[in-house]
């Protein structure tokens, strides 16, 4: 099943109602509500969910966005923040996209999981591998650096993530909402490649799902941290979906895909009629561009 996310065209609407009849016209049965949904727009999306015009297909925490915030933030409020506040707003917050999720009839919540915090590595790596750096023996220090500074920090801020998804599996299974955990392309964010055999062992509820980035695999791919397919591969037994883009190398993602690197002839063995593809396109590509990346897509995954 084909979807197609608001990520595209939030910004452009104060009508909720009016961006989802624009998803609508490009052919699509089902939108994703993502983490660009001002509250002013629930209106417009409620009377079009409510009418018949469209499906909803899932929802990108957070969605809809805390008050008083007017752009994409999802990760405004992170699990593994060391203020026990901004853990409290993010197990909130989410919360509410579970309950939204329930009104508008979405089976599904896609969730960042956080961060540690610590220096930010992924942009530099990816200036390395832009200039032709990568597997230097400055590349191969810094990501041994990182990954000790990471291994170091990261307990707590597992442990803090942890806690929260346990709540949030306990108000999403007797809602009969899925939590797809995302990967991230930032080497700071969880989950970590490494992590995800206890993860799953840990987290058996099949309220909790693996929701696969292409465009975030695909830069961790470029930057040495895994094998696109091979991992895909890895966790197909727990796979729900995906956010279909491109990306163009070695880091610009959100792109239409077959003008960017990733082979998605490669990935189409593992995909299935099933599961919840969505397209998450950047706000900077035209329509043209948009209809030429769906197509695309059909034209290698099916219509289905």
């Given amino acids: 099943m084909y979807s197609f996310s608001t990520c595209w065209n939030s910004h452009r609407h104060t009508d909720g109602r009016e961006m989802l009849r624009e998803i609508r016209e490009l052919g699509f049965e089902y939108a994703e509500l993502s983490h660009g949904i001002r509250i002013s727009l629930m209106e417009g999306i409620l009377q079009a969910v409510d009418a018949g015009e469209i499906k909803i297909s899932s929802l990108h925490n957070f969605c809809p966005l805390p008050m008083g915030v007017m752009h ?34 979405a089976p599904l919540v896609v969730l960042h999981m956080g961060a540690v915090e610590m220096k930010e590595y992924t942009d530099k790596l990816l200036d390395m591998v832009k200039d032709g750096k990568k597997g230097t023996p ?4 810094l990501c ?39 990967n991230r392309e930032a080497l700071e964010e969880i989950l970590f490649e490494p992590d995800y055999p206890f993860f799953l062992h840990e987290f058996q509820s099949p309220a909790v799902v693996y929701w696969h980035d292409t465009g975030h695999a695909q830069i961790k791919a470029n930057l040495g941290f895994l094998n696109h397919r091979e991992h895909l591969e890895s966790l197909q037994h727990r796979l729900y979906g995906f956010h279909i883009h491109d990306v163009e ?11 960017g690197m990733i082979n998605f002839a490669e990935l189409k063995p593992i995909v299935k009629p099933d599961h919840l593809k969505v397209f998450e396109f950047s706000p900077s590509l035209t329509l043209d561009q948009v209809k030429a990346g769906i ?9 289905e």
């Fill in 72 to 105: 994409a933030a999802p990760n405004i409020f992170k699990f593994t923040a060391e203020n026990q506040r901004e853990r409290e707003n993010a197990y909130r917050h989410t919360l509410k996209t579970i309950e939204t999720a329930v009104r508008v009839n």
């Fill in 138 to 141: 400055k590349y191969e220090k």
């Fill in 144 to 182: 041994d650096e990182m990954q000790d500074k990471r291994a170091k920090l990261s307990e707590r801020a597992m442990q803090y993530a942890y806690e929260i998804l346990r709540k949030l599996v306990a108000e999403a299974e007797p809602r009969a909402i899925k939590l797809g955990i995302e």
């Fill in 249 to 259: 190398f070695p880091g610009r993602d959100h792109r239409a895909p077959g003008t």
């Fill in 295 to 303: 197509a695309h897509i059909k034209s290698l995954w099916g219509e």
